[in-house]
């Protein structure tokens, strides 16, 4: 959610309209959705280390779910970036 907050506030400062922004962040979320269902994060850590699955237990749900959350920080800077392009042309 907060990754919407702050496309939203770049947009923003971009002066994009409310119709624009609010696509952008609809497309955004659905996009965000589908990975967050995609996600597992047991394998997601496995990718990361080839050791065992046991590492996981160790974490917190918080470190869990900042390791399967980089993929969609990524997705929004995308976004945001052709978001720019397309302002300019």
Not at 23 to 39: M, R
Not at 65 to 77: V, Y
């Given at each position: 959610m907060s990754n919407l907050e702050s496309l939203n506030a770049e947009m923003i400062k971009l002066n994009a309209t409310k119709q624009n922004r609010y696509?952008?962040?609809?497309?955004?979320?659905?996009?965000?959705?589908?990975?967050?269902?995609?996600?597992d994060i047991?394998?997601?850590i496995r990718k990361q280390n080839n050791s065992t699955y046991l590492e996981a237990k160790d974490k917190t749900g918080e470190q869990?779910?900042?390791?399967?959350?980089?993929?969609?920080?990524?997705?929004?800077?995308q976004a945001l970036s052709e978001f720019t392009k397309q302002k300019k042309i």
């Open positions: 696509n952008i962040l609809l497309k955004t979320a659905k996009d965000q959705l589908e990975q967050l269902k995609k996600v047991i394998k997601a869990l779910e900042n390791e399967s959350s980089k993929n969609i920080l990524e997705k929004n800077q």
